[in-house]
Structure formats: structure tokens, C-alpha cells
């Protein structure tokens, strides 16, 4: 490996020997900066921690978690988008997998749920019900909110694309016990098979956030992210966003241009794909 310095070697000869963790490389990889994702994959890289060790300190004295401090559950495989930067479902994607896990519509079955629901909420960690596929497609998401909060999960949250978080479905949600939303709308047609989609996930997300009272009364944290990938849409999603991004405290809004169309997506996936 190309190394600075023997600490750099050291962390790296530790972890592609498997005398590091699972756990203490999760636990490392917490103390990165809050734009690196939160989950992990079993064959993942330190992603360069070693450059910046001294962040860390005396490892020595760090008390390890037992548990990760979120999970990911994936309810089904499907999804009623297509991103342009999705690996899994953009259009140029589709139909070239060379894995069949895609081929064939997934369902996790409940007791699976349960299970995973039952572990989070043992390891107090974060349990967030997300993709690949779209998890207000699934009929039992109330059921699963609501039976994660009796089984003790502190933090339960839900990331979509907002298609079909209108506002009753919203309401549901949280009287289920759902803490947070992470809402993610793509500014370009290809994305959805038919455009009224994208305005319905728009007119979602006014419902929602113009609904003071109910989401101050609730505490609640909703994360909404613009995904820009040409450079004609970005004026269209600022002005979405300065709707929206002074309505309340506990709305956050993000911005996330990347022009998609230079990229080779096939070669910018394929090792994704792989690994799923």
C-alpha cells in the first residue's frame, strides 16, 4: 500500500488482516465527517481514516460499541423511480445487471422485520427504513413504525423519494412514531415514468412542510435534498428550495448538483453492483 508514515501502514496492515472489527471500523468510521454515509458494507475499506488519524487520538482508550449506531433495512426491491444516478433502478441501468436479485420483486417477510426491529432496538441504534427500493410501497411500514417504537427504538426514521407521502400518509407516520423523514426529489423527467409524478412529490412536500402547527408539536427532524443532474434545472430547484427552507426550524434543506450526463455511469456502478 502507498503509505505516509508507519501509523498509516499500521491501521491499514490491521484492518486487511482482520485484527480490526466490524465494530471498531464502524465506530471509526463514525468519527468522520457527517457528509461520509453512515453505513457499511462487510468488505468496506478504512476509506483513508489512516490520513487522518490523529482526529482520532489514543485508540487504545476508546470504548468500543457493541452495536452499529444505525441500520439500514431494505423492506422490499422495487421501486416507482428510476434516478438517472441510481445503480440500481436509472434507466441506464436497468436491464444490464448481471446479478438477478433485481429480476424478480422482494418482499422481506415480517418476522425478518421483527427481528431486525427487535436487534435495533437492543443496540439503541438508529433504525431507518430506506432503499434501494421505495418503503412507502410497502402497506405494512405503519404497522412496522409502530411496533419499533413499542419494542423501544429511540430514533426511527424513513427515507423516500416523496411520491406518495402525501399529507394523510404523513399524518399516519407519525402517529406511528416516525421521528425523522429524509425526502429526496430529483429535478429532471427521466427520473419519473410519467412528469405529473414529479409535481406530485412536490405538491407532497408543500403539504407537509406548510403544516406548522403538526410538525412543530412533534419532535421531529425532516431532511429534504434537491438532486440537480443538468444545469437548466438548478434555477427550478432553488426557487423550490427558498419555498420551503425558512418554514420551520426542523426542516432542513440540501442542495446536490452533479452533472450525471459526463460521467460513464456504467463504469461509475458496476463495482456497486457488484457488491450488492
Known amino acids: 500500500v502507498s503509505v505516509d508514515n508507519?501509523?498509516?501502514?499500521?491501521?491499514?496492515?490491521?484492518?486487511?488482516?482482520?485484527?480490526?472489527?466490524?465494530?471498531?471500523?464502524?465506530?471509526?468510521?463514525?468519527?468522520?465527517?457527517p457528509q461520509v454515509k453512515e453505513f457499511f458494507f462487510e468488505d468496506r475499506r478504512?476509506?483513508?481514516?489512516?490520513?487522518?488519524?490523529?482526529?482520532?487520538?489514543?485508540?487504545?482508550?476508546?470504548?468500543?460499541?457493541?452495536?452499529?449506531?444505525?441500520?439500514?433495512?431494505?423492506?422490499?426491491?422495487?421501486?416507482?423511480?428510476?434516478?438517472?444516478?441510481?445503480?440500481?433502478?436509472?434507466?441506464?441501468?436497468?436491464?444490464?445487471?448481471?446479478?438477478d436479485y433485481f429480476r424478480v420483486d422482494r418482499v422481506l417477510t415480517a418476522s425478518k422485520v421483527k427481528s431486525v426491529i427487535e436487534y435495533a432496538a437492543k443496540a439503541k441504534s438508529k433504525l431507518i427504513f430506506s432503499g434501494p427500493g421505495e418503503p412507502l410501497l410497502d402497506d405494512r411500514l405503519e404497522s412496522f413504525a409502530g411496533y419499533a417504537k413499542k419494542a423501544g427504538v429511540e430514533c426511527l426514521e424513513i427515507a423516500t423519494n416523496g411520491i406518495l407521502l402525501n399529507a394523510g400518509r404523513f399524518f399516519n407516520l407519525l402517529c406511528s412514531g416516525v421521528d425523522g423523514f429524509q425526502i429526496a426529489i430529483s429535478f429532471d423527467e427521466e427520473s419519473y415514468e410519467e412528469y405529473e409524478l414529479f409535481e406530485q412529490a412536490k405538491n407532497n412536500i408543500f403539504s407537509i412542510v406548510t403544516k406548522n402547527t403538526l410538525i412543530e408539536s412533534k419532535d421531529i427532524k425532516i431532511n429534504i435534498y434537491c438532486n440537480v443532474h443538468s444545469k437548466d434545472k438548478i434555477s427550478e430547484a432553488l426557487e423550490f428550495l427558498n419555498k420551503i427552507k425558512n418554514i420551520s426550524s426542523k426542516i432542513q434543506c440540501h442542495f446536490c448538483y452533479s452533472d450525471i450526463w459526463k460521467l460513464d455511469i456504467m463504469d461509475n456502478y458496476k463495482n456497486q453492483q457488484n457488491l450488492h
Open 46 to 99: 478504512l476509506c483513508n481514516l489512516s490520513k487522518r488519524w490523529d482526529r482520532i487520538g489514543d485508540f487504545s482508550k476508546i470504548a468500543m460499541p457493541s452495536y452499529p449506531r444505525a441500520i439500514y433495512i431494505e423492506l422490499l426491491n422495487y421501486c416507482n423511480m428510476h434516478c438517472v444516478s441510481c445503480p440500481w433502478f436509472g434507466n441506464e441501468i436497468r436491464g444490464k445487471w448481471v446479478k
Open 6 to 33: 508507519f501509523s498509516q501502514y499500521a491501521t491499514e496492515y490491521a484492518y486487511r488482516n482482520n485484527l480490526i472489527t466490524k465494530e471498531q471500523r464502524n465506530f471509526l468510521h463514525a468519527q468522520q465527517p
